[in-house]
């Protein structure tokens, strides 16, 4: 590439050949809450999955519920590379989960956990808190925080009736 420089002032200058690098960012590590349909009285298990997840070595995560819609009864199937330092709570609507590691983990795409709610029936958001931004963020080993997109989800009240096959006529 060369580059030309011009203005006011003639004649306009161009510079020597030069190579052009472009770097482009680090992959943003992505989180998404599921969505999900359920009946009331239904235990219903919404999936949290990760993309882009290298390099991390703390997870602080608060995920907003609807108390009227659903019951918090466990996170499960937490993948086992997240092992040592684990703390968890549902608090008035919200699930935290924080864990920290000395040794930073690369788990690319996967299923990060899951969680088991009793659904009482209409509908739920389910939403990442980002504020204060400690309520939701990676670090890594560092300590520095890691950019990522937080994808909310739902859980919403199935139709009791499934057709199963239409008549002929």
């Known amino acids: 590439y060369r580059c030309e420089v011009s203005g006011v002032c003639t004649p306009s200058l161009i510079s020597n050949n030069v190579t052009l690098i472009v770097t482009l960012p ?22 949290i999955d990760v993309q882009n997840f290298a390099g991390i070595s703390a997870i602080a995560h608060t995920l907003a519920y609807d108390t009227n819609a659903l019951t918090f009864i466990e996170y499960r199937n937490l993948d086992p590379q997240i092992s040592g330092f684990v703390y968890h709570a549902a ?3 919200n699930f935290h989960f924080q864990w920290l590691s000395l ?5 690319g795409n996967v299923k990060l956990m899951d969680l088991a709610f009793v659904f009482h029936g209409g509908h739920s958001a389910l ?7 400690e309520a939701s963020e990676y670090g890594d080993a560092n300590a520095d925080a890691v950019a990522a997109i937080w994808i909310n989800g739902s859980v919403n009240e199935a139709s009791a009736t499934t057709i199963i096959q239409q008549p002929q006529n």
């Open 127 to 133: 939403t990442w808190i980002l504020q204060p931004k």
């Open 91 to 93: 608090v008035d609507g």
């Open 103 to 107: 040794l930073p983990v690369s788990l």
């Open 26 to 47: 680090p992959s943003v590590l992505i989180t998404t809450a599921g969505n999900e349909l359920a009946l009331p009285g239904d235990t219903v298990v919404v999936p």
